[in-house]
């Protein structure tokens, strides 16, 4: 550990709300309890309570992401337009790792995936935020499985359609059978609708726990100057998500490894890794006999996002190999009742984390996000 946090710069060891003070940013901490009993953790960095914009981060990670760039980073502009920003963190998260009667340490608590997450996470948070704010709507961005609980919630929960007036989509998700073959290739981990003994023995229910000691490892090695950003940016990181070093540049590297794994369950992957092996945006797949007890029938049902009515601005990125690809977009662009704009960035070789990490957000991403958010206020 000691090692660990040795090569590890201070921006990658604080917590949210120290990261925020420590930029000149109040921060405001709750806790939100789901109608399943999970205990979340949302921050608030106060603005105008007329204009709430809640943000969610995406799969393994944390509110963190939207504030690694601290003074450039997206959370920073908003501050400075004046709005009142609201973090949400996922259940299973290093922030939201609570629940009325269950333990991190039972099986139980790591029985969920996005569509627990879409389902009850979001709305609770939502209405938390309108009730402090007074307010009857809110605006929203979304990043990777942030955007895929917007899609969730709009079908299982429709009558949150009229709580959001719009949705920026950052890399969305909904198919990834078009994602890059590193990632693609986890699917040899998945046995059918079954998990395969190799990933149960990951987390036994818990995935990339942020202090496990499989994460420590990889913040060892991802954080030592002089091998960390060609063996795990280049090595891994870039095959994976999106190949740009102009925009996550090495002296940044350290502090995103420092955040990022923020933990899951094994639930959570082993239901995007399914969706992408079935080609079918749907329910987490039992098998046919448990499918039969849960749905009524053999095959889990697909989400009907002719019910996702809330406005969407989808935005992605011609260099995002990953989950949220173009191609997957696509498939889904035209499938959502109420797309109100399709915005493809510019430069060409833009990825999937630059949406959250990138150094030039504030050139290329921040004045489509405002101006979205100032067209359907």
Same mark, same amino acid.
């Given at each position: ?49 007329? %204009?709430?914009v809640y943000l969610q ?84 961005? +979304?990043?990777?499985? +942030? ?59 818990e995935l990339l726990r ?23 940016? $280049? ?9 740009? %070093? $102009? ?10 490894? =420092? ?22 945006? #749907? ?11 849960? !749905?009524?029938? $053999? ?13 969407? #601005? ?9 989950? =949220? ?25 833009w990825a999937h984390f ?13 004045? !489509? ?9």
């Amino acid at each position: 550990m000691t090692l660990m946090l040795s090569n590890m710069p201070e921006d990658g060891r604080l917590q949210f709300p120290e990261l925020a003070n420590k930029y000149g940013y109040k921060c405001d901490t709750y806790n939100v309890t789901t109608d399943d009993r999970y205990i979340l953790t949302l921050y608030n960095i106060p603005g105008d309570t007329r %204009r709430p914009v809640y943000l969610q981060h995406g799969f393994g990670d944390s509110a963190d992401t939207f504030l690694l760039r601290t003074n450039t980073s997206l959370v920073a502009f908003l501050v400075k337009h004046g709005y009142d920003v609201w973090l949400g963190n996922m259940r299973g998260n290093k922030y939201s790792r609570a629940h009325e009667s269950l333990l991190p340490d039972d099986l139980q608590f790591w029985e969920f995936s996005v569509h627990e997450v879409g389902t009850y996470d979001v709305p609770a948070m939502i209405d938390f935020v309108l009730k402090h704010t007074g307010q009857k709507q809110l605006q929203a961005i +979304g990043h990777s499985e +942030g955007t895929t609980v917007f899609f969730v919630m709009g079908a299982q929960r429709p009558e949150y359609n009229d709580k959001v007036k719009l949705v920026i989509c950052l890399s969305p998700v909904a198919y990834v059978h078009n994602a890059s073959p590193p990632l693609l290739s986890l699917l040899s981990l998945t046995v059918g609708p079954a998990l395969s003994p190799v990933i149960s023995l990951i987390g036994h229910g818990e995935l990339l726990r942020n202090s496990s000691a499989l994460v420590a490892l990889i913040k060892i090695i991802c954080t030592q100057p002089l091998v960390s950003y060609e063996v795990c940016a $280049e090595g891994v990181f870039f095959s994976t998500f999106g190949r740009d %070093r $102009e925009q996550i540049e090495r002296e940044f590297w350290p502090i995103a490894v =420092g955040h990022y794994p923020s933990g899951t369950s094994v639930k959570n992957a082993a239901h995007f890794l399914q969706i992408a092996a079935r080609r079918k945006f #749907a329910q987490y797949d039992y098998g046919p006999l448990k499918n039969k007890l849960v !749905y009524g029938s $053999e095959e889990p049902p697909a989400y009907n996002l002719t019910k996702v009515t809330m406005r969407l #601005a989808l935005v992605v990125g011609l260099g995002d190999t990953s989950a =949220g690809a173009v191609k997957d977009v696509e498939l889904i662009r035209y499938q959502f009742p109420n797309v109100v704009n399709y915005h493809v960035m510019f430069p060409d070789k833009w990825a999937h984390f630059d949406f959250v990490w990138g150094k030039y957000m504030f050139v290329f991403l921040f004045d !489509y996000i405002l101006d979205m958010l100032k067209t359907f206020s």
